[in-house]
């Protein structure tokens, strides 16, 4: 039997990397002491104005805002001052930065809207001030649309609810003790009405869950127990690719840099993590179920729910490009040493190789290990039946299962080259339960000379 000195995961993590997806309008999560408003902001209407406003967020000016001003029926308006309890005076301005260009485009100041406040007069004034609108503003009486009022996000149905509930506080003025902006204050039993914080919501959707090795859509194939996948959204994670790191001892941790990913309420282990994309081991336990639920939970902050159903397997092999297709993660050993096979490289007859892959399913009772743990003396063995595919023809193996010094969940496959033509051939997992045949997405080639 071939085994080997750990390697793969280098490859494996950092060729992620090269699987960016284009990132949708971002999606922030205002908490307030009357409930929280999730707003999408929109980037590609009013990019100037998006960026000024996250330039607040990040700097953590908006923590404990207050929300001054608030207009039944028409606008609710914060973003302008800060309350910090521990501090005197609590209630101070908000350092704002230099006034952006306006950017108003057509779109208009409907309820739910989120829009920047400015000087009357002076459309280009714009600096930290925000408020939602609470009406449809644009074409009423109000007019805001004609005075150029820069719509950059809409909150949803659940947002609209909260905003309702802001709608019917009671209002007090407090000018005299905090000046002139502070003649309709809003108050929640008796106190200010606060976003406590406005922080980036993980968003996920069931296209963004894809094979680790075929980038196969789970949403088509589903999920298989060990199977290693990858999760593309955002806001799932810090700005730069954060990897694991080999345990001493134990299993790989299930939360790394504020990321956790949550299969029906179970943390699985995360291999690598960033703002867009992921990639964790589904846990073993869910092998017994008909469907997983889903949720990515980044600094405490949860996304939307997904659902999969459970597949017992969903063999694929992971691709030195790393796309799904093209030449496999194959090697050849002399020794201590090894050889990437491929054009440049290719096998002859009678090699002995390893092949990487993933999507097994479970193990034998036997030989099951735990979830995360780096694969050592005990070894898993699928509990389906398996086969390796070259050109469609079965091939002869002398290991086929959990990969030794990688996590739980890679799998090794050692076979010996059959004679064949020279060039490309197609190379292909199977397993077979309960009378079902999956085979691995076709595309994936081993070069021989």
Do not use: C
């Amino acid at each position: 039997m071939q085994f080997r000195k750990p390697y793969f995961f280098a490859l494996f993590i950092f060729s992620a990397t090269l699987h960016g997806q284009a990132v949708s309008n971002p999606t922030y999560r205002f908490t307030t002491n009357v409930g929280n408003i999730d707003v999408v902001l929109t980037p590609n209407v009013a990019p100037k104005t998006v960026a000024n406003f996250l330039s607040y967020v990040n700097a953590g000016l908006y923590n404990n805002t207050i929300f001054h001003r608030l207009v039944s029926g028409f606008v609710a308006q914060a973003g302008g001052y800060q309350y910090l309890a521990n501090q005197t005076p609590a209630v101070v301005p908000v350092t704002a930065a230099a006034a952006i260009p306006n950017e108003y485009s057509g779109v208009t100041n409907a309820a739910g809207t989120i829009a920047m406040a400015l000087v009357s007069g002076n459309i280009n004034s714009a600096t930290s001030e925000w408020f939602f609108n609470l009406a449809n503003n644009g074409a009423n009486g109000q007019s805001l649309d004609s005075q150029s009022f820069t719509v950059f996000g809409q909150t949803n149905a659940a947002g609209i609810a909260v905003l309702n509930k802001i709608n019917a506080l009671p209002i007090a003025d407090e000018s005299a003790q905090l000046g002139a902006d502070f003649n309709t204050l809003p108050l929640t039993g008796g106190n200010f009405l606060l976003v406590t914080s406005i922080v980036p919501v993980p968003s996920i959707t069931a296209p963004g869950f894809q094979s680790a090795a075929s980038y196969a859509s789970s949403s088509l194939t589903g999920i298989s127990p060990g199977e290693i996948v990858t999760i593309f959204g955002q806001a799932l994670g810090p700005a730069q690719l954060t990897s694991f790191t080999v345990p001493a001892s134990g299993p790989v941790a299930n939360s790394l840099a504020g990321t956790q990913v949550l299969f029906n309420g179970q943390a699985a282990p995360v291999i690598y993590t960033s703002a867009g994309q992921l990639s964790v081991v589904a846990p073993y336990g869910i092998g017994s179920l008909p469907t997983v639920s889903i949720i990515v939970s980044y600094n405490g902050t949860q996304s939307n729910t997904l659902v999969f159903p459970v597949k017992p397997a969903n063999p694929a092999i992971f691709t030195l490009n790393a796309s799904g297709t093209g030449d496999g993660v194959i090697v050849r050993y002399t020794g201590s040493t090894y050889s990437v096979i491929g054009a440049a490289n290719p096998a002859s007859a009678g090699d002995v190789l390893t092949l990487f892959g993933e999507g097994y399913g479970i193990a034998t009772a036997g030989s099951a290990v735990p979830d995360g743990v780096i694969v050592t003396s005990t070894l898993p063995v699928p509990a389906a039946s398996t086969a390796l595919l070259i050109d469609g023809q079965p091939v002869s193996t002398s290991y086929f299962g959990g990969a030794p010094y990688e996590i739980n969940g890679v799998l090794q496959v050692n076979f010996t080259v059959p004679q064949l033509a020279p060039g490309s051939h197609q190379i292909q997992l199977q397993t077979t339960s309960a009378g079902i045949v999956r085979t691995s997405p076709a595309g994936v080639t081993l070069q021989t000379r």
